[in-house]
């Protein structure tokens, strides 16, 4: 048994979702004079590679400590959409189920491709990690629920569409943007696609049954689209928490993990080690201008 980190690196560069608390880090006792380094960490749990707990939005759900390990170990379907979906996209169960089997109970891990927009790759755009991703409608979340998935996992930064959050009035110019996107495709005003209804649907209308997420994946993820996999999430025993930083690994055996890094080893690597598919970017890209022509 092997182990695929699925987790971005975490450091102070790291960006929180906007407006949350970064990670602040000093040194409160060094070798000379104290024997030993010391740090004192302040940072707001949804930074880096994180799980959204069900007391995040939902106010009688679960803390984080109340997660049981069955539920966050389990068999998951790894999903790619950089083949179809560029700036400001949404994607649907019908995108999923053409590329990988999803069962029943599964987690399902949501390839955007938008990784590769994250502060630790070459091609690190922060406003498109965190701004101009794609993301699902109610369709996807109804789909989600008839199929009870464990929880969600993506590689940006939020299982929301970035305009379907406060991000639409935090960041006009590129709500204007994404507003000739929708009108283009979906023959709708951004407002009238995204109303009220369903603000941030994946948060306030998935969180009370019990179907949460993870945000910020990353690592080596491009080694895992497109098939199944087992898949843990490991967060800290969080008493009261109401979302927290972890670790996401993809679990193998010893074969798959061989024919795994004998595929990372055709790809170039991150500053940090990780597989850099590039053809993604590439993919995307074109989307993307295709969407903004």
Known sequence: MKF???????GVATPPWP????????YFKRLAP???NGQLLT??????????????????????ASLDMDFLVNEAAVVDFSDVC?????Y?????EERVEVRQGDILIIHTGYHHFGWDMPTANEIRYMVMHPGPDREFAEWAKAKKLRWIGVDCGSADHPMNTIIRDWMPRQARQAEKVFKKKFGKPLAEYFDDTKYQLMH???????IIHAECLGGDIDLLVNSRVQVGFFPWRFVD?????????AIVDDQRYEALMAKKATLPKTKFGDANDTKHVESINKLSQANLA
């Not at 695929?4 to 975490?10: A, G």
């Not at 209308?205 to 019990?210: A, D, L, N, S, V």
């Open 86 to 90: 560029g700036d400001y996209d949404v």
């Open 241 to 249: 928490g109401e979302s927290s930083i972890g670790r996401c690994v």
């Open 92 to 96: 649907t169960s019908k995108m999923v």
């Open 4 to 10: 695929i980190d699925l987790t971005i690196p975490l």
């Open 19 to 26: 407006t949350y608390e970064p990670l602040q880090l000093k």
């Open 34 to 36: 104290n024997g030993a």
């Open 204 to 210: 306030l209308e998935m969180f009370p049954y019990g």
């Open 43 to 64: 940072h707001s749990n949804h930074l880096g590679t994180h799980l959204d707990g069900e007391i995040h939005f939902h106010t009688p759900g679960k803390d984080i």
